[in-house]
């Protein structure tokens, strides 16, 4: 019996979902570069070994799988998807669709459905999340591609995809690079909420002077309230775990430097190429170059000391509900900047990427999964499009949220504690609720040196200032 569905690349992620695919009830026949991982892969699938065919050419692949055929790629993004799209071209047919699931860059896929012939296999670009656990047991999907081609593989990705309260967390998105300009986008989200979690941990270890353990609870604590997330549940995990060398906490023994393969930074640059500010995000992907400077930041740390600032902070309660309260400020912040460049990215390409929606596949299955996505899918029903900070619960909501931010970047810089994210989603709030803001003097700055003129207010046209006059 053929197979439904192809993979190719059995590295961690698509292991996981061949074995995901293959309990879900359908045959799935794969491939691997390497051929003793794909051999190795079948001898351990255990009990799915029924559902699965191995193949050692691409050839056998392709007659292995029942056409019109469905190709998933998971292996290493950039040159290794156009070598596997080359190698794979001579053996399939127009109506089979090649399915990029890795982290491609989102021009990549665009490029890639263009240099497609007529009588090419049609390409989707799929951003999946999740991790390893994701892929084995049910991702967040998020699919670029047309209508046509989504409802042919629409069922084994609602079967294999998280559920949020039994509704799937695999969506069309958009056309072609839709799909993984999204999952960028989640990935830049993602180091968001990541480095405010970090941030807040420093402010509680080093301006608290809390044990990671300490810690570890009140993040404990924190997942029980609005916080509640995959990433909060993680952190009090990983700050409770102790590491088996030394007996020492685990997160004490970890260099302080922190790896990027770049998706975050794509996030990053795609909204400065959309002109959408993300601060969140960008201070996001700094912070992690900084991180890496780790022999300069050693040096400064000697040059400077602690100029004088370190103290400890008043720990009370108070303070540590400010933290709670002030971290799920600049994380809606953050997502507010997120949905934002995801908007402008819609317009921009023509994309119509459904918010509500992309909110709601993000509800289980993906690494930023929380209750707080069920609400941000809500604030978007019916108002796509419009900054989330506009919406009416989020306005409520961080009329006294942006208050206890404000209180924690205020406290941390005064005792010399980094947040540069949180600083940044303040920054970012309170320019963005400034009717009147600063620009008319930059304005006026342009038109002194360079004649650019400007809009007076209230009147059409353009004008320009008295400044030679003033010199
Ligand atoms: P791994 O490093 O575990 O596996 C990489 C796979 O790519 C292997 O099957 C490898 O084959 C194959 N490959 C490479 Br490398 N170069 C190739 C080439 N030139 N031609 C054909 N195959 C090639 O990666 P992974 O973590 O499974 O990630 C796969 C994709 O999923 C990436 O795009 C990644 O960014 C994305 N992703 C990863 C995660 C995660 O949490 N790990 C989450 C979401 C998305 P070989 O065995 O012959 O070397």
């Given at each position: 019996?053929?197979?439904?569905i192809?993979?190719?690349?059995?590295?961690v992620?698509?292991?996981?979902?061949?074995?995901?695919?293959?309990e879900?009830?359908?045959?799935?026949?794969?491939?691997?570069?390497?051929v003793?991982?794909?051999?190795e892969?079948?001898?351990?699938?255990?009990?799915?070994k029924?559902?699965?065919?191995?193949?050692?050419?691409?050839?056998d692949?392709?007659?292995?799988?029942?056409?019109?055929r469905?190709?998933?790629?998971?292996?290493?993004?950039?040159?290794?998807?156009?070598?596997?799209?080359?190698?794979?071209?001579p053996?399939?047919?127009?109506?089979?669709?090649?399915?990029?699931?890795?982290?491609?860059?989102f021009?990549?896929t665009?490029?890639?459905?263009a240099?497609?012939?007529p009588?090419?296999?049609?390409?989707?670009g799929?951003?999946?999340?999740?991790?390893?656990?994701?892929?084995r047991?049910?991702?967040?999907?998020?699919?670029?591609?047309?209508?046509?081609?989504?409802?042919?593989?629409?069922?084994v990705?609602?079967?294999i995809?998280?559920?949020?309260?039994?509704?799937?967390?695999?969506a069309?998105?958009?056309?072609?690079?839709?799909?993984?300009?999204?999952?960028?986008?989640?990935?830049?989200?993602?180091?968001?909420?990541m480095q405010?979690?970090?941030?807040v941990?420093?402010v509680?270890?080093?301006?608290?002077?809390?044990?990671?353990?300490?810690?570890?609870?009140?993040?404990?604590?924190?997942?029980?309230?609005?916080l509640?997330?995959?990433?909060?549940?993680?952190?009090?995990?990983?700050?409770?775990?102790t590491?088996?060398?030394?007996?020492?906490?685990?997160?004490?023994v970890?260099?302080?430097?922190?790896?990027?393969?770049?998706?975050?930074?794509?996030?990053?640059?795609?909204?400065?190429?959309?002109?959408?500010?993300?601060?969140g995000?960008e201070?996001?992907?700094?912070a992690?170059?900084i991180?890496?400077?780790?022999?300069?930041?050693?040096?400064?740390?000697?040059?400077?000391?602690?100029?004088?600032?370190?103290k400890?902070?008043?720990?009370?309660q108070?303070?540590?509900?400010?933290?709670?309260?002030?971290?799920?400020?600049?994380?809606?912040?953050?997502?507010?900047?997120?949905?934002?460049?995801?908007?402008?990215?819609s317009?921009e390409?023509?994309?119509?990427?459904?918010?509500?929606?992309?909110?709601r596949?993000?509800?289980?299955?993906?690494?930023?999964?929380?209750?707080?996505l069920?609400?941000?899918?809500?604030?978007?029903?019916?108002?796509?499009?419009?900054?989330?900070?506009?919406?009416?619960?989020?306005v409520?909501?961080?009329k006294?949220?942006?208050?206890?931010?404000?209180?924690?970047?205020?406290?941390?810089?005064?005792?010399g504690?980094p947040?540069p994210?949180?600083?940044?989603?303040?920054?970012?709030?309170?320019?963005?609720?400034?009717?009147?803001g600063?620009a008319?003097?930059?304005?006026?700055?342009?038109d002194?040196?360079?004649a650019?003129?400007?809009k007076?207010?209230?009147?059409?046209?353009?004008?320009?200032?008295?400044?030679?006059?003033?010199?």
């Open positions: 019996q053929q197979a439904d192809g993979l190719i690349g059995l590295g992620m698509g292991a996981n979902l061949a074995l995901n695919i293959a879900n009830g359908y045959r799935v026949a794969v491939f691997n570069r390497t003793a991982k794909t051999r892969f079948y001898e351990e699938a255990g009990s799915l029924g559902q699965i065919i191995p193949c050692e050419t691409l050839e692949l392709a007659k292995n799988i029942r056409a019109p469905p190709i998933i790629l998971m292996v290493k993004a950039g040159e290794a998807v156009d070598e596997q799209v080359a190698a794979l071209k053996f399939l047919a127009k109506e089979d669709i090649i399915i990029d699931a890795g982290n491609a860059n021009h990549d665009v490029r890639r459905l240099e497609l012939g009588n090419d296999p049609t390409f989707v799929m951003g999946v999340s999740g991790g390893e656990e994701g892929a047991h049910g991702p967040s999907i998020m699919v670029g591609g047309t209508p046509e081609s989504y409802a042919r593989i629409e069922p990705l609602t079967a995809s998280a559920k949020y309260h039994g509704e799937s967390c695999s069309l998105l958009g056309p072609d690079g839709a799909g993984h300009f999204v999952k960028t986008i989640h990935n830049g989200i993602e180091y968001a909420d405010m979690i970090a941030e941990y420093g509680l270890r080093d301006g608290l002077g809390l044990t990671p353990e300490a810690i570890g609870r009140i993040f404990e604590k924190w997942n029980n309230g609005p509640n997330s995959y990433l909060i549940e993680i952190t009090a995990k990983v700050l409770a775990a590491d088996k060398k030394t007996g020492e906490p685990a997160v004490d970890i260099l302080d430097s922190a790896g990027q393969k770049g998706t975050g930074r794509w996030a990053a640059i795609e909204a400065q190429m959309l002109g959408i500010p993300a601060t995000i201070a996001a992907v700094a992690r170059s991180s890496s400077l780790v022999k300069e930041r050693s040096e400064a740390s000697k040059a400077y000391g602690d100029l004088g600032t370190a400890l902070l008043d720990g009370g108070a303070f540590i509900d400010a933290l709670e309260e002030g971290l799920l400020a600049g994380k809606i912040a953050a997502y507010a900047q997120g949905f934002d460049v995801m908007a402008g990215a317009k390409h023509g994309w119509n990427i459904p918010l509500a929606t992309t909110a596949i993000w509800r289980a299955g993906c690494i930023i999964r929380s209750q707080f069920d609400q941000i899918a809500a604030a978007f029903e019916g108002r796509e499009g419009k900054n989330l900070l506009l919406a009416p619960a989020f409520e909501r961080m006294t949220g942006s208050q206890s931010l404000r209180k924690i970047v205020a406290e941390a810089a005064l005792a504690l947040t994210a949180l600083a940044a989603a303040l920054g970012y709030f309170d320019s963005f609720r400034q009717a009147r600063t008319n003097l930059i304005q006026a700055q342009r002194f040196f360079g650019h003129g400007f007076r207010i209230g009147e059409e046209g353009d004008f320009h200032g008295p400044w030679s006059e003033a010199n």
